[in-house]
């Protein structure tokens, strides 16, 4: 069993370090070749031309995914801690079955509850087309609800029983021990349960190309189109070759360095609590 474990473990170590390979092989020469520079910090990208910038690609992800946690996580949060502190034995079984069915919904179902549920609605509040970055800020912070619910929730539940017990017994109210003492205990799972919601917002396509207006323009406002990296690829792979094929895959680059960065700093962040709490 130890040498099945050794192999399952390496397999997925050998599957990360493949996409890596193939995605610097392919991706670092294209970026040499359009210019580090050009290709970050253009504002146009017209493969028609030869011209490959991305930067309203990266601003765009980072607005939608920005507005996806200011949307969603304070939600799953505080529905975490009615999960975990208030919820009632009996209605407790339907409303986790329920976070966890969102978590099963596919991307193109979320798409088209966005199409047809939200497009009208800011449409109609905001008198704009619909669809816009608020629009996708919207629905990206429902879809990371599950995921965020489900480890904050883990996280709370694993603070020892005796800290909460003990707050009560000093005279602190139920919300003061919640909010002063268990979730900064549940810190640690808390950022994990973040950075997985970012992970999701970010790394999101079906459903933001289907609400987000998809303009390749730098973003102007929460009322404007905005294309993201994940749209970009999938949008134009299907039809690109050589240099608009090798940009593309760049993309795929700058995209997988902005998840290591975050995973990077949360695991700072993380350590740097650790060392400060002994």
């Not at 005796?162 to 808390?190: C, D, M, N, Q």
């Not at 995209?255 to 350590?271: D, E, G, Q, W, Y």
Request: aromatic share 8%.
């Amino acid at each position: 069993m130890k040498v099945v474990f050794l192999l399952a473990a390496c397999t997925s170590v050998l599957a990360v370090a493949l996409i890596c390979i193939f995605l610097f092989a392919n991706g670092i020469p294209a970026i040499g070749e359009i210019g580090v520079l050009d290709f970050l910090t253009g504002t146009k990208w017209k493969p028609g031309n030869d011209i490959y910038g991305i930067l309203p690609f990266i601003m765009g992800s980072i607005y939608v995914t920005a507005g996806a946690i200011v949307i969603g996580v304070p939600i799953a949060i505080l529905t975490s801690i009615f999960l975990a502190r208030y919820c009632p034995k009996r209605l407790y079984p339907l409303l986790k079955k329920a976070t966890e069915l969102m978590a099963g919904v596919p991307s193109v179902v979320y798409g088209f509850f966005g199409l047809v549920v939200l497009v009208p609605v800011i449409r109609q509040v905001f008198d704009c087309r619909g669809n816009v970055m608020l629009t996708a800020c919207i629905l990206l912070g429902i879809m990371i609800l599950p995921t965020v619910i489900g480890v904050t929730e883990s996280a709370i539940r694993s603070v020892p029983e005796s800290y909460y017990e003990g707050s009560l017994a000093l005279g602190a109210t139920k919300e003061r021990t919640i909010f002063r003492i268990i979730l900064p205990a549940a810190k640690s799972g808390v950022l994990a349960a973040v950075v997985l919601g970012i992970g999701r917002a970010i790394g999101e396509t079906m459903a933001v190309i289907m609400i987000a207006g998809n303009q390749p323009v730098m973003p102007e406002s929460l009322l404007k189109g905005v294309r993201t990296l994940t749209s970009n690829i999938v949008m134009e792979m299907g039809y690109a070759a050589d240099l608009h094929r090798e940009a593309l895959i760049a993309t795929a680059v700058v995209l997988f360095v902005f998840i290591l960065i975050i995973n990077l700093c949360v695991s700072a962040l993380n350590r740097r609590s650790e060392h400060g709490g002994n």
